[in-house]
């Protein structure tokens, strides 16, 4: 284990979206969503972000001196995102990837000098919706599709028989985990589930373990199917792994806390977010769980944090980018440079959105999309030209993440994930402490298990 420690504002912490009960993470710099004023992250006082960060290696490369405007003709990129919506809405993402194209075209040229144009489309949490807004930027022309979160999927199909690429998001449907169009930077809920029982059973020496889930789709299969299967793998039996799902438009589950709670579990992964983040916290307290508390990285956000008060202390959360304000080593410079990068692009060209909020998540897919199509060059991007590029991408730099790789192999039940591996970070109440040794290696851990309908699962239901 490493002895790292970083405060709550320095920290590169995960962000899960819950749909209402979705797990996927993404490094995110800290301070309060759509508090800029109270933000702890530092900004500068430099003219543009550019200037912030010159001559700092990055992953879009080395920052110039001074901001290069783009002009000419636009490459257009859509976006699909669940902006509005009664069961979530998660207008904070499109706002990030428009901060981040404004960004691009403003102070970093454009791609090759030309600026991009970015088309939103809202899903309003309808499938009919995610079809229509596919439809609609398949007929704008636009050469690839960055997600925001699509709960439907059902824009896939569309983009697929378009041969048209879907980039980035976080992850939820089927479709999005498994088309031969869509390309993840994000280790989702699989990446999620097995990261926690791996360091559950290996790290803590848990001998039992509760899972809670939503029972939905792709987030059931990662706990079964990925969780138990992982900690079954590591030698636990059967009656040793409890699953409790529950519906994922439910409101209240401290009941299938306290359900979890009573198979006297060593370690209890709870797949859930947003509103379910402090009474999980204060319901563990309240019930006095022994069990350590493995919770998705949206529950680290410092709003979360300060509402759970000393409920807070001693859980656990998963990451995607080292947590250190002292980088020890190239990568780990290079991925503090992009999330500084991150924080002082927004603070010159968001509406207000801070840089703790999820919009990390669109914000480092335009930044690696842009640097795909300057490989490419920028009168040669095309559709397919992205999808082959994509697809040949191994080790390829992520924009504050892990390296992806894109040809289907780190997870091959579902290829669309490029990146899946994880960190495993501890809070004791006041910082974050790194507890695994580096990153941890989702891929190997699920590589052995049976890629059949139901693999991994084990135990009952809550």
Same mark, same amino acid.
């Given at each position: 284990?490493?002895?790292?420690?970083?405060?709550?504002?320095?920290?590169?912490?995960?962000?899960?979206?819950?749909?209402?009960?979705?797990?996927?993470?993404?490094?995110?710099?800290?301070?309060?969503?759509?508090?800029?004023?109270?933000?702890?992250?530092?900004?500068?006082?430099?003219?543009?972000?550019?200037?912030?960060?010159?001559?700092?290696?990055?992953?879009?490369?080395?920052?110039?001196?001074?901001?290069?405007?783009?002009?000419?003709?636009?490459?257009?990129?859509?976006?699909?995102?669940?902006?509005?919506?009664?069961?979530?809405?998660?207008?904070?993402?499109?706002?990030?990837?428009?901060?981040?194209?404004?960004?691009?075209?403003?102070?970093?040229?454009?791609?090759?000098?030309?600026?991009?144009?970015?088309?939103?489309?809202?899903?309003?949490?309808?499938?009919?919706?995610?079809?229509?807004?596919?439809?609609?930027?398949?007929?704008?022309?636009?050469?690839?599709?960055?997600?925001?979160?699509?709960?439907?999927?059902?824009?896939?199909?569309?983009?697929?028989?378009?041969?048209?690429?879907?980039?980035?998001?976080?992850?939820?449907?089927?479709?999005?985990?498994?088309?031969?169009?869509?390309?993840?930077?994000?280790?989702?809920?699989?990446?999620?589930?097995?990261?926690?029982?791996?360091?559950?059973?290996?790290?803590?020496?848990?001998?039992?373990?509760?899972?809670?889930?939503?029972?939905?789709?792709?987030?059931?299969?990662?706990?079964?199917?990925?969780?138990?299967?992982?900690?079954?793998?590591?030698?636990?039996?059967?009656?040793?792994?409890?699953?409790?799902?529950?519906?994922?438009?439910?409101? &209240?589950?401290?009941?299938? *806390?306290?359900? %979890?709670? @009573? !198979?006297?579990?060593?370690?209890?992964? $709870? =797949?859930? +977010?947003? #509103?379910?983040?402090?009474?999980?916290?204060?319901?563990?307290?309240?019930?006095?769980? &022994?069990?350590?508390?493995? *919770?998705?990285? %949206?529950? @680290? !956000?410092?709003?979360?944090?300060?509402? $759970? =008060?000393? +409920?807070? #202390?001693?859980?656990?959360?998963?990451?995607?980018?080292?947590?250190?304000?002292?980088?020890?080593?190239?990568?780990?410079?290079?991925? %503090?440079?992009?999330?500084?990068?991150?924080?002082?692009?927004?603070?010159?060209?968001?509406?207000?959105?801070?840089?703790?909020?999820?919009?990390?998540?669109?914000?480092?897919?335009?930044?690696?999309?842009?640097?795909?199509?300057?490989?490419?060059?920028?009168?040669?991007?095309?559709?397919?030209?992205?999808?082959?590029?994509?697809?040949?991408?191994?080790?390829?730099?992520?924009?504050?993440?892990?390296?992806?790789?894109?040809?289907?192999?780190?997870?091959?039940?579902?290829?669309?994930?490029?990146?899946?591996?994880?960190?495993?970070?501890?809070?004791?109440?006041?910082?974050?402490?790194?507890?695994?040794?580096?990153?941890?290696?989702?891929?190997?851990?699920?590589?052995?298990?049976?890629?059949?309908?139901?693999?991994?699962?084990?135990?009952?239901?809550?």
């Amino acid at each position: 284990m490493t002895g790292r420690r970083a405060g709550r504002g320095g920290v590169a912490l995960a962000v899960a979206l819950l749909v209402p009960a979705l797990a996927c993470t993404e490094p995110i710099p800290g301070g309060a969503a759509d508090r800029p004023e109270e933000s702890s992250f530092t900004i500068s006082d430099a003219d543009s972000a550019v200037e912030a960060l010159a001559g700092e290696d990055t992953t879009l490369g080395v920052i110039p001196d001074e901001p290069v405007e783009a002009s000419g003709r636009p490459i257009r990129l859509g976006m699909i995102n669940q902006d509005t919506g009664a069961v979530g809405a998660f207008p904070e993402l499109t706002r990030a990837a428009r901060a981040a194209v404004d960004f691009v075209n403003a102070e970093l040229g454009g791609v090759d000098g030309r600026p991009l144009e970015l088309i939103t489309c809202d899903t309003g949490f309808s499938p009919e919706g995610s079809t229509s807004c596919a439809q609609r930027l398949v007929s704008e022309g636009v050469v690839a599709v960055t997600g925001g979160i699509d709960v439907w999927g059902t824009s896939i199909p569309v983009l697929e028989s378009n041969g048209v690429p879907y980039i980035g998001g976080i992850p939820v449907s089927d479709a999005e985990l498994r088309s031969p169009i869509s390309f993840l930077f994000s280790g989702g809920s699989p990446g999620a589930f097995a990261a926690f029982a791996a360091y559950a059973v290996d790290e803590l020496g848990a001998e039992r373990i509760a899972l809670m889930y939503g029972d939905f789709g792709s987030i059931k299969e990662a706990a079964e199917r990925y969780g138990a299967g992982v900690a079954a793998s590591l030698g636990l039996a059967p009656e040793d792994v409890t699953l409790v799902p529950f519906p994922v438009t439910e409101d &209240d589950l401290v009941p299938h *806390l306290s359900a %979890a709670a @009573a !198979a006297e579990p060593d370690a209890i992964i $709870a =797949g859930a +977010a947003d #509103a379910a983040c402090v009474p999980l916290m204060k319901g563990a307290a309240d019930l006095a769980v &022994d069990a350590d508390l493995f *919770l998705v990285g %949206a529950c @680290a !956000a410092p709003q979360i944090l300060d509402a $759970a =008060g000393q +409920a807070a #202390a001693g859980r656990w959360f998963n990451v995607e980018g080292p947590v250190s304000r002292h980088p020890e080593g190239p990568e780990e410079t290079r991925l %503090a440079n992009d999330n500084r990068l991150y924080a002082e692009a927004l603070a010159r060209h968001s509406d207000g959105l801070d840089p703790a909020s999820a919009g990390t998540i669109a914000f480092r897919d335009v930044m690696n999309i842009v640097v795909l199509m300057r490989e490419i060059g920028a009168d040669d991007v095309t559709p397919q030209a992205l999808i082959d590029t994509l697809r040949g991408a191994v080790d390829h730099p992520s924009f504050a993440g892990h390296d992806y790789t894109c040809d289907g192999t780190p997870i091959p039940a579902m290829p669309s994930l490029c990146a899946p591996q994880q960190i495993i970070a501890h809070y004791d109440g006041d910082e974050f402490t790194q507890a695994s040794d580096g990153w941890i290696d989702v891929p190997a851990l699920v590589a052995d298990l049976d890629a059949g309908p139901g693999a991994g699962s084990a135990g009952g239901a809550g």
